[in-house]
Structures are given as structure tokens and as C-alpha cells.
């Protein structure tokens, strides 16, 4: 991994799901050859660059259901939080995320 992005920083356009209403989650930005992600509680932080081979691999992954949550997965109890359980308000069921492409 790199120090920082491969494009410049202040060309990149951050965004997060609509879906998104905890606060908790992860910002993309597409540059010319790369996708980003970063915490977006923490915008100056660490930033994963990923070709855009890579993130089509994952995006079409994602669109399969190779990364859902198996129904026998017990609840992860987090340090801070208490468990993924109580992570959605609205009642969805733990290990559904939304990801828009």
C-alpha cells in the first residue's frame, strides 16, 4: 500500500451510502485508476486504494452475496456498543448492509 492516494486528494469526491444512518460507516471516491475508501468518522485518517479490477471484483462479490452473514452467525459483541444486533434502529436484520454502486 501507498502513502496516501495515487490521485491528488483534492480532486477526489467522497461519498457514502444514502443508507448510511448511523454514521458509522465507510466513504468511497473513484479516481482515474483507483477506488478509495476511508472511515468517514475519520476523514484525514487511512485511506485503501484498490485497482479498479480489484474493486469490480469486489462490487460484483458483493451483488452475488459472497460476503452475506450466514443465518447461524451468532451476534459479534462489540468493546464499545454492545452488539450488532442493536446496531439498526429499523429493525434490519444484522449483516444486511446496502451498497450502492
Known amino acids: 500500500m501507498t502513502e496516501g492516494p495515487s490521485d491528488p486528494p483534492e480532486l477526489l469526491k467522497w461519498r457514502k451510502s444514502s443508507a ?31 485497482s479498479r479490477s480489484d474493486w469490480v471484483a469486489f462490487v460484483e462479490g458483493v451483488r452475488r452475496g459472497e460476503f452475506d452473514w450466514p443465518d447461524d452467525t451468532p451476534p459479534v459483541q462489540s468493546a464499545y456498543e454492545g452488539s450488532l444486533s442493536d446496531a439498526h434502529d429499523d429493525g434490519e436484520r444484522v449483516g444486511q448492509y446496502s451498497l450502492e454502486i
Open 20 to 50: 448510511s444512518a448511523t454514521g458509522e460507516c465507510v466513504e468511497v471516491a473513484f479516481g482515474a485508476k483507483s477506488a478509495y475508501v476511508r472511515d468517514s468518522n475519520s476523514p484525514g485518517g487511512a485511506v485503501l486504494e484498490f
